[in-house]
């Protein structure tokens, strides 16, 4: 385990995990077709993009319901000076009930806890103006803009920076 809270914990996915996690995407449909031209994605999609990911020091992680011992949600990121959190996504089921900020909290403190300074994120800007309202209101700030790929599709984006110290 990585971290936890007293409702959630927060650890890297294992293979076990697979069909919990792509449920989480699944239920993420709009964040799909958005951002990869997709209605959902499979087993396949899912392990290979856990393989990239860990090949580049990324760690792909699960949130867990401590009560239900359900998967809620994922997190990816690269811890250093400056952490880079590449996906917070909550399941669709759960969202919009305060835990996306709680579990941001605890990944701040935790990312702390290893002596990084900052935290980056690149927000997609044609996506969803509440993700952008969501990580200014956590305290991030714009940094100007960028072009992410990720499965072949470029996708305008915000980088946004939240000194940690």
Do not use: Q
């Amino acid at each position: 385990m990585l971290f936890k809270s007293n409702w959630f914990r927060v650890d890297v996915v294992k293979n076990k995990d697979l069909n919990e996690i792509i449920e989480v995407y699944n239920s993420n449909e709009n964040f799909l077709i958005n951002h990869m031209d997709k209605e959902e994605i499979t087993t396949e999609w899912m392990s290979r993009e856990l393989k990239t990911m860990k090949e580049i020091g990324f760690l792909c992680c699960k949130i867990t319901d401590m009560n239900s011992e359900k998967i809620v949600g994922v997190v990816d990121f690269k811890i250093d000076k400056e952490t880079y959190l590449s996906l917070l996504m909550i399941h669709n089921d759960y969202k919009n009930n305060g835990l996306g900020r709680l579990i941001y909290n605890d990944l701040e403190k935790y990312t702390l806890s290893l002596k990084s300074n900052c935290i980056r994120i690149d927000v997609v800007t044609d996506y969803d103006d509440s993700v952008i309202e969501f990580w200014s209101k956590n305290g991030f700030v714009e940094f100007g803009d960028t072009i992410l790929n990720w499965t072949g599709k470029d996708l305008k984006a915000v980088v946004m920076k939240k000194n940690l110290k």
